[in-house]
């Protein structure tokens, strides 16, 4: 989904309805990436809530309107980071609130077992291509890496999840 940079503009005007729209085209995405990174719903909410209030009050500083969704998903991303350091910190057992339908539970424990196996690192790569949408080379700025690193990681990251998943459906999940 594109973002109009002309959207942006109007925010960082003042324009509280601007603001608004912007927020409701990436919510979803902010939101699938903060719950496959803290792996608990209710984390993940706080997270885009704190990202988009941060976001509200400073996104006059923004410097380039086009980058609106990536300077999003950096302070998504340092919120997540933050509220990882808080489980370590409390030794916080994470738990699963999301409801779903019968039919979906299984594919959806095995996708997260799948995505527990990852480094925090591949984790991000993953969130970002397969949840947010980004494409190598935008990940590859937000991240400080290059473009075939990014590549080179998601690859490797998917094809372990492949294997895991591959190893649960031998030995019946």
């Known amino acids: 989904m594109e973002i109009s940079t002309e959207l942006v503009k109007k925010a960082k005007a003042g324009d509280d309805d601007a603001f608004s729209e912007l ?3 990436i919510y979803k ?3 699938k990436y903060a719950y496959y990174y803290l792996d608990n719903a209710m984390d993940a909410e ?3 809530a704190e990202t988009v209030l941060d976001a509200y009050k400073s996104i006059r500083k923004l410097r380039q309107e086009e980058s609106f969704k ?3 998903f950096r302070i998504l991303t340092i919120k997540c980071k933050k509220k990882l350091e808080k ?3 409390r030794d916080v057992e994470l738990t699963d609130n999301i409801a779903f339908e019968e039919k979906d539970i299984d594919e959806y424990e095995d996708v997260r077992v799948a995505f527990s196996v ?3 690192e591949e984790k991000q790569v993953v969130s970002l291509s397969v949840f947010a949408g980004y494409k190598s080379h935008e990940i590859a700025e937000s991240m ?3 473009s075939n690193t990014v590549r080179s990681k998601l690859s490797r990251a ?3 999840m492949q294997k895991k998943l591959e190893i649960m459906s031998w030995i019946g999940g």
């Open 144 to 146: 400080g890496l290059n």
């Open 118 to 120: 990852l480094t925090e």
């Open 29 to 31: 995405d902010m939101y």
């Open 23 to 25: 927020y409701i085209l």
């Open 158 to 160: 998917l094809a372990k």
């Open 46 to 48: 706080d997270a885009v």
């Open 87 to 89: 489980y370590i910190q």
């Open 70 to 72: 990536n300077w999003m």
